[in-house]
């Protein structure tokens, strides 16, 4: 079943029309990578998927259910995940901690053993081998790990689409490439969407592009399609007369 729709997707800001009838599906297991310049409405559209912005118009299916009145929370709890620029770990927590919020959050309103809970935590911490970190407190951690650790939290959603947005950013160069390790290693029935500035990394990892430019999609399809097309060389790469 395709995973996620977007049909005539509109958002405005008062004034400002930041995503213009976004429309695209994603299917099982696809590998997306969403760029476009500063301001193109990355974010935002990342956001509309999520449920934590309201869009003005158009509809968000995810599994073939219009996604319109389901908070972030409920949205994550049917597989539709996302981890954000900006890390939302509880940094007084160790990581096994974090682990288990997100287990139980996974669970709310459903009665689940202690054990049921004990085992998901340790396949979350296992999935991103990161069981050698389940005891530290998350705001001892470097920077790298702690992405590592929100991926881990975002897995034991048990996501079937898993939005990241710029996961590697401001994370040293060293730590970043274990990030994209484990970006690399996600399992292969997931559908990941990834935002992400590094072209090189952008153009071996992703099966397909989607560019956005001016809130709209610009260009969609392979990335070899996409790094000849001229349209996308002179708006995104600055490359050829503006
Ligand atoms: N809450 C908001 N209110 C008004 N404008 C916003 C808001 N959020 C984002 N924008 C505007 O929407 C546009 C797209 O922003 P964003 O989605 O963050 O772009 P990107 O992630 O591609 O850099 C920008 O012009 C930004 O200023
Ligand atoms: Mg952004």
């Known amino acids: 079943m395709t995973r996620l729709k977007l049909d005539s997707v509109n958002m405005r800001f008062g004034p400002l029309h930041v995503t213009r009838d976004v429309s695209f599906s994603l299917e099982a297991g696809e590998r997306v990578a969403l760029i476009g310049p500063n301001g193109a409405g990355k974010t935002t559209l990342v956001n509309i998927i999520a449920g934590s912005l309201r869009h003005s118009s158009g509809t968000v299916r995810f599994e073939g259910e219009d996604m319109a009145a389901l ?3 409920e949205r994550a709890r049917k597989g539709l995940v996302r981890t954000f620029q900006i890390s939302r770990l509880f940094l007084g927590m160790t990581v096994e901690e974090n682990v288990r919020v997100a287990a139980l959050h996974r669970h709310q309103g459903r009665k689940v053993s202690r054990d ?3 085992a998901e935590v340790g ?3 296992a999935k991103l081998q990161v069981g050698h970190l389940a005891h530290k407190m998350v705001d001892s951690l470097a920077l790298g790990e702690r ?3 929100e991926l881990s ?3 034991t959603m048990e996501p079937r689409l898993l939005l990241l947005d710029e996961p590697a950013a401001g994370i040293p160069h060293g730590e970043s490439r274990m990030v994209l390790k484990a ?3 996600l399992p292969s ?3 990941v969407m990834l935002i992400e500035h590094d072209m090189d990394l952008v153009f071996s990892w992703a099966r397909r592009i989607i560019v956005l430019s001016g809130g709209a999609v610009v ?4 990335p070899e399609a996409i790094a000849r097309d001229e349209h996308v060389q002179r708006i995104y790469f600055g490359r050829g007369d503006a």
């Not at 260009?219 to 392979?222: K, L, R």
Request: hydrophobic content about 45%; glycine content about 8%; cysteine-free.
């Open 71 to 73: 908070t972030t929370s």
């Open 123 to 125: 396949a979350g911490l």
């Open 116 to 118: 049921t809970i004990d």
């Open 147 to 149: 992405r590592l650790v």
């Open 219 to 222: 260009m969609d399809g392979q």
């Open 183 to 185: 970006v690399n290693e």
């Open 189 to 191: 029935d997931l559908t």
């Open 153 to 155: 939290l975002a897995l």
